[in-house]
């Protein structure tokens, strides 16, 4: 089994800091994008941003210059930077990573439970 754990959540006031972690263990033979989602309670999942193992990036919309993802290919953890944050960045925010098991051919893509980041005054 794959398991995806993240930390780093809590309550931080407008334009604080924070810096979610997500460590993937378990059945991996291989890690290809890791990545972040948010979702804000009425509102569909978004993507944060994400990073291939060659380090390329991708942001979602409007959020490149106050997020920035990161990974440590060696320890299997990809790393969330979010700076300036506002209101309505309060989220839940989920761990994805594609990843190929010993266990099966195909690469599968796998979530975490998801940790809270609340901004508020």
């Known amino acids: 089994q794959v398991q995806l754990v993240e930390s780093g959540g809590g309550f931080v006031q407008p334009g604080g800091s924070l810096r979610l972690s997500c460590v993937a263990s378990?059945?991996?033979?291989?890690?290809?994008?890791m990545g972040w989602y948010r979702q804000a309670p009425g509102k569909p999942r978004e993507l944060v941003a994400n990073i291939g193992h060659d380090g390329k990036t991708n942001y979602g919309r409007d959020k490149e210059g106050r997020f920035t993802v990161s990974r440590d290919n060696g320890k299997n953890t990809v790393y969330l930077e979010m700076n300036s944050l506002k209101p309505e960045d309060t989220a839940v925010y989920y761990c994805n990573a594609n990843i190929r098991p010993y266990s099966n051919p195909y690469y599968n893509n796998y979530w975490g439970q998801g940790t809270q980041v609340t901004v508020s005054s």
């Open positions: 378990g059945d991996i033979l291989a890690i290809n994008t």
